[in-house]
């Protein structure tokens, strides 16, 4: 193979190359090394000690990821440059039959894949370019839809390998001698030989990638879905520090100890998608590059570099882009340094698209490369691998002096560089000597050479490091007392908690005081530790408060931090209401400071102090203590009308499994209140609440008080008709007409839930299901699936076939869920079964239909009006803000849209307006669950806990089941965004409203 390495010449800092114009620094220029045949769609590489490249490489399946474990389609290739030009000439296929791989890491001559649900050690015994043997290196048991199981695995400098597990498939392991499980995403580690497994990491993001080490050992890695989508936040770059928990909340990370808050995130990406991670290693780039982190953004078509910078016991990251490109096709997967210090950039093209949020095609004709990114003019070392050195005729102490020519042993200080060198080297012989080494190196004057003999110290829990431990706890850096804390609680020797406890009393770092309540954790010893909730500064009692609260066995009682509640002190106020709010069970206990602060809340209280009032309401809302004390708030009139609204919205986001009899007669005395914003909360409350067998008579006479009240407001009206419990069983001709009405599409959204919500449990007498039917044709997309609620509760076959006829007719008839619909008509004749199905063949839109519809729109979206679009998008015809959020305004059912203009094209802004069940985001995949009592739910996993799945089923909508309640669950082919969009908006509107999205960058 000939690769075209010749670039032509572009604007100042352009290159135009393989059909990119790629933008990078000044200085730098970009060769194109590797390519088709070589190699189709690599996606990670590494190379061997002899400069030949392993690549992981793609067939391009998308198939669902058992089909593909069964399959097995993709390969390893080995690449090779077989005359020094730097661009490879040679391939080999290493490993044919792969599992989808995410990742390849070379050591002592065997390849590691990371091939979800297992990590594959590959080697070659006879050094004929392939791998004759393939051993099953770790077994991770599980294979969820995405394949974000593993990724990996990473060498670190202390010689054990690194991997990452996503979320959220829970799976089960032995540490330290006892079964442990869990559903979070964590990094990993072991000895090359298997032992020594433990966690580092725990997490509520969904998908850890790669991971990078600086010299000190410090971890960094990069990750998707690190916060909940909002404001153009989403995915970033992580400082891993052992035992932190970081990623968003949800019920993943429960059960994994906590030292207060979410640990902090280094960088923000927005919905980057960033996957491979390298730490530059060399000074050819120059030396204000060395240590720098490079970052691929597969959805934003760059690398990103990171300048860190200590602060603290952790860090601060400038970024900046390093390489980007102009085509769209341009997905960077990985980033690895060659030895002569140049950058390769691995490609895979535009081939992935299952689980992808941007990669809405499938082009696996569009096929990847690899790049090298050199300094201009920059003259690489002789011999840059060493393999003219006769390596096994050099003496120990020749070997030593070797280590300088180690690529960052260039800087001025060669002696702490050679010493940096040893300490590693020291940390993987892991002998008696060698553990006194590293001893001595704690008091190095060279702060690199310190922290890595600290990472040496906790990753051996070395003993006899203790007293110079204490020492840097006690004097050292904010780094060098957050490693010392580290070891001290790994070490596990308790007399070290009087020492915790003190140097908590100045530890104001995040990282410091992690890494020091992580260890009174790990300690594990309540009697010495509860002595800090005792005097001391503030810091000094939050660390043994938060210790005591997630130690196993901590004892720590509701009267050790109620006191704090109410205190002046606000560190010590946030860090009692952090402990409440995940303490359920204190509910009883603490129902008479709920109370008092629910009398002493005024008017114009800020809003900080009632939300998280709010919270813990909600959070003992399951005490029948806590239960009465909302009930009486919610009726006292001497209580400001703000704090009655509170209690109210505690009680709608209880969802209590069954309505509290003392509720009831609250919430009947209130929805007819003569304050309309009382009487709006407490139909909240009821329409919050899930189906109860024995609806309270008191508070359904009430609640059809409001709906036949001619006086109140429509919408209020409305609100009470859906809040019937079991449904209206009469409706009147007047109720009939304003639900009808109010089901049109140029009504509110709020006025149409209700509407729609209230005729899904509604009676209907025969002439009006007739109206209903008549009424439909003109129902919006997210209302017609409720609207046909009455129809369940009939056998009528005529009736039922006036039904489809008049669905054939209906503008949202491509919007409608016809699993839904079956289940709604499933009581019904054959002839109506044949029926729905002769109606669903009229929206069954196969894949060549969808590209004709998406070929004949894409030549008039240069004619979008971007402020037209924005008015489309507020509109209530499109409805886009009732699920998505733009900024700080919108719904969160669906995908942030705050930047998606940077991570899609308009074509594949078009298939999700139009399209929206042809590929899901990462993070927004549909279930469908099935319940014992023969409901079917489709929806999002919002969360999860131990006893039930809350799922987003719309706009404002959710369901909450008890797992007891699920008799089938499984991956759902239908999104919860209804489709035919198209059918309710113009075609210049739908044009405007993509130009619109587009623009949002």
Known sequence: MVLCAITSAAAAGETNLNGHVFTLPDGFEIQLVAGPPLVERPISADFDELGRLYVSDSSGSNDPVKQQLEDRPHRIVRLEDTNGDGVFDASTVFAEGMMFPEGTMWLDGSLYVAAPPSIWKLTDTNDDGVADERSEWFQGKTLGGCANDLHGPYLGPDGWIYWCKGGFVEQEYVLRGKPWKSRAAHIYRCLPDGTGFEPVMTGGMDNPVDV????????????????????????????????????????????????????????????????GLHRYESSTFGGEYRDNLFACQFNLHKVSRHVLEQSGGSYQSRDSDFVVSN????????????????????????????????SQLWKPDVTGAIYRIRRTGAKPPDDPRGQSIAWNSLRPAQLVERFSDLPRFDSTNHESARELALIWACIQIDSPDSRAVIRQALTHHDATCRQAALHGVSLLRDTEAMS???????????????????????????????????????????????????ALIELADPAA?????????PRRQRAAMI??????????????????????????????????????????????????????????????????????????????????????SATQAALPPSTRLLVLRAMAKAKPKELPAVWADAIASLVTAKDASLSAAALAVVRSLPEQKDPPKKLNDALLAVATDTGAATQTRLEAMAAVLGGMREVSADQLERLLSSLSLDQPLPARTAAADAL????????????????????????????????????????????????????????????????????????????????????????????ARIAELLPAIDSGDVRRGQAVFNSSKSNCTACHRF??????????????????????????????????????????????????VNGLVRDETATDVLLATGPNQEVRLRHEEIDQRQPSAVSIMPAGLDQQLTVQELIDLVAFLKNAK
């Open 212 to 275: 990078a080490f600086l010299p000190t050992g410090e971890r960094f890695f990069t990750t998707t879905f690190l916060v909940h989508p909002g404001n153009g936040q989403r995915d970033g770059l992580i400082h891993a520090i052992y035992g932190g928990v970081y990623g968003k909340l949800q019920g993943a990370i429960e059960g994994h100890p906590r030292t207060g808050e979410l640990m902090p995130v280094l960088s923000h990406f927005g919905a980057a998608a960033p996957c």
């Open 327 to 358: 085509n769209m096709d341009f997905r960077p997967t990985d980033v690895i340094e060659d030895a002569d210090g140049s950058l390769l950039v691995v490609d895979t093209g535009g081939w992935y698209k299952l689980c992808c949020p941007t």
């Open 468 to 518: 110079a431990l204490v020492d840097l706890l006690k004097s050292g850096t904010p780094a060098d007392a957050r490693a010392a804390a580290e070891t001290l609680g790994r070490i596990g020797d308790t007399s070290v908690v009087p020492r915790l406890l003190a140097a908590a009393e100045s530890a104001a770092d995040r990282a410091v005081e992690h890494s020091i309540i992580y």
């Open 529 to 537: 530790t509860a002595k800090g909730l005792a005097g001391g500064s």
């Open 547 to 632: 210790a005591l609260d997630q130690m196993s066995a901590g004892g720590l009682k509701p009267e050790d931090v109620s006191p704090h509640l109410a205190l002046a002190d606000p560190l010590l106020q946030e860090t009692a209401q952090w402990i409440v709010s995940h303490r359920p069970e204190w509910g009883a206990a603490l129902a008479g400071w709920c109370s008092d602060r629910l009398s002493k809340l005024a008017d114009g209280a800020p809003e900080a102090q009632a939300v998280q009032l709010e919270s813990q309401l909600v959070q003992f809302s399951g005490h029948g203590v806590i239960q009465d004390l909302l009930a009486a």
């Open 760 to 851: 899904s449990r509604a009676r209907l007498k025969p002439q009006q299901s007739e109206q209903l039917i008549a009424a439909l044709k003109t129902v919006g997309p997210l209302e017609i699936d409720r609207a046909l609620g009455p129809f369940e509760r009939s056998a009528d076959d005529a009736l039922a076939l006036k039904l489809l006829t008049s669905l054939r007719e209906a503008s949202a008839l491509p919007s409608l869920r016809f699993d839904l619909l079956r289940q709604k008509l499933v009581k019904y004749s054959p002839s109506v079964q044949q029926e729905i199905d002769a109606l669903e063949s009229l929206v069954h839109v196969d894949a060549a239909q969808q590209r």
């Open 887 to 936: 900024g700080y305004l919108g719904g969160s059912t669906g995908p942030d849209l705050t930047r998606i203009g940077r991570i899609r094209t308009e074509r594949d802004l078009l298939e999700a307006v139009l399209y929206p069940s042809i590929s899901f985001v990462h993070g927004f995949e549909p279930v469908l669950v099935a319940t014992v009592d023969g409901r079917m």
